[in-house]
């Protein structure tokens, strides 16, 4: 167990609607890094966000967005949902928000549209 | 763009050989280089990890070579346990950004046949 949680483990929905995605990090980390895994694909950059603020954005559609509150905790919004945007959707956490810093990942939630 | 490449997508090796997994980069600003473990139905898990002033660093029975001169990185198991077989991801990020966000490989699975 890693320590980062997130919610829900599995979504089906429909294309055109909207989701949230919940991931709280391990106690103590400050950073929270996104990344999606689609078929038969590596784990792709998302965002990252230190402390609420957003510190760095990868190849991130429009269509999503995410933020960090307060407690800490992070939600990736992804509205107006496409069959492609299926995948599995990972969050990471580190303490601090440099290179070289160990991420601890959650489980992931597993992201159907149909 | 791939960024960073693991060419072999699977490898099955004997219980108690070594496993050798590769990895290549293109890009000559990444300072950091770490592998992650992937189980099915579960979030990578840190393996271990080598910064670019080090060629080797070893872990138990994980080492992970690092040529930087070539663009390439290795990691080594040995001896290899099926409790091993998984997903390897090789990942890397840049030293000098104010992100810790990491570049992923495509991934290799391992088979450790007992």
């Known amino acids: 167990d890693s320590g980062v949680t997130q919610t829900p483990k599995h979504l089906i929905t429909a294309t055109g609607q909207r989701v949230t995605l919940r991931c709280s990090p391990r106690?103590?980390?400050?950073?929270v890094y996104w990344y999606q895994q689609s078929l038969d694909q590596g784990l792709q950059f998302l965002i990252h966000?230190?402390?609420?603020?957003?510190?760095a954005k990868g190849n991130i559609l429009e269509r999503f967005s995410a933020q960090q509150f307060p407690d800490l905790h992070s939600e990736l919004n992804l509205s107006s949902l496409e069959l492609g945007d299926s995948a599995l959707y990972f969050c990471a956490s580190s303490v601090d928000r440099g290179p070289g810093e160990t991420q601890y990942f959650g489980p992931g939630t597993r992201l159907l549209v149909l | 763009d791939q960024q960073v490449k693991q060419n072999s997508p699977s490898l099955s090796v004997q219980e108690g050989r070594i496993s050798i997994l590769n990895c290549d980069y293109t890009?000559?600003?990444?300072?950091?280089f770490l592998w992650y473990k992937k189980y099915p139905a579960e979030g990578p898990t840190f393996l271990i990890s080598i910064s670019s002033i080090k060629d080797k660093n070893e872990d138990g029975r994980f080492t992970v070579f690092l040529n930087k001169s070539a663009k390439h990185l290795s990691l080594h198991i040995v001896p290899s346990q099926p409790g091993d077989s998984a997903v390897y991801f090789c990942a890397a990020s840049v030293g000098s950004s104010n992100t810790g966000k990491l570049i992923f490989g495509q991934g290799t699975t391992l088979q450790v046949k007992p």
């Open positions: 890009n000559s600003m990444f300072d950091y």
């Open positions: 106690s103590g980390d400050l950073s």
């Open positions: 966000y230190y402390n609420g603020e957003e510190r």
